[in-house]
């Protein structure tokens, strides 16, 4: 289990660093999420061709949720559109 040292930051962004941090998707949260394989997000990422931002702890990568449903809202489209 990871630390978060929020010590410093004030009462109400106390609350909103430690939600960030819930919101932060793994790889294979997002393939989940997005029905799509995990070659793909790791494709992407080597390409850095992904549509939203990435954040990497240490080595790993990380995907907000809201960013990815930023995304996703953005790529709706009506219904009979092209």
């Known amino acids: ?24 998707l793994t790889v294979d949260d997002l393939s989940a999420l997005l029905k799509i394989n995990k070659s793909w997000v790791y494709g992407k990422l080597h390409s850095r061709t992904l549509p939203f931002p990435v954040v990497y702890v240490g080595r790993f990568p990380r995907f907000r949720a809201a960013d990815v449903a930023r995304y996703l809202e953005s790529q709706t489209r009506p219904a009979g559109a092209a």
């Not at 289990?1 to 819930?22: F, G, Q, S, V, W």
Request: no cysteine; glycine share 4%; net charge negative.
């Open 1 to 24: 289990m990871y630390t978060i040292h929020t010590e410093t930051l004030p009462t109400a962004d106390k609350k909103n660093h430690i939600d960030e941090l819930r919101g932060l």
